[in-house]
């Protein structure tokens, strides 16, 4: 596996101000780093996150 930082990852997705750029860094797993424009209500989307490690590991939602 190896690590990546926001300059080694091309962009995938762009537009409207949403970018979103993502690498495979193996074993099955890939690397995103998204970046919305200044400004987006996020509090409702993110309200279902996991907000421990803990819940985050076992998968429980709050």
């Known amino acids: 596996m190896t690590a ?3 300059i080694d990852v091309p962009v995938a997705l762009e537009g409207n101000g949403v970018e979103l750029c993502l690498m495979p860094i193996g074993g099955g ?3 995103g780093y ?5 400004g987006p209500d996020t509090a ?3 309200r279902a996150w996991p907000t421990t490690r803990a819940s985050a590991l ?3 939602i709050r």
């Open 29 to 31: 797993l890939s690397v």
């Open 34 to 38: 998204p970046s919305l424009p200044q």
């Open 58 to 60: 076992t998968g429980a």
């Open 4 to 6: 990546a930082t926001r």
């Open 44 to 46: 409702r989307p993110s």
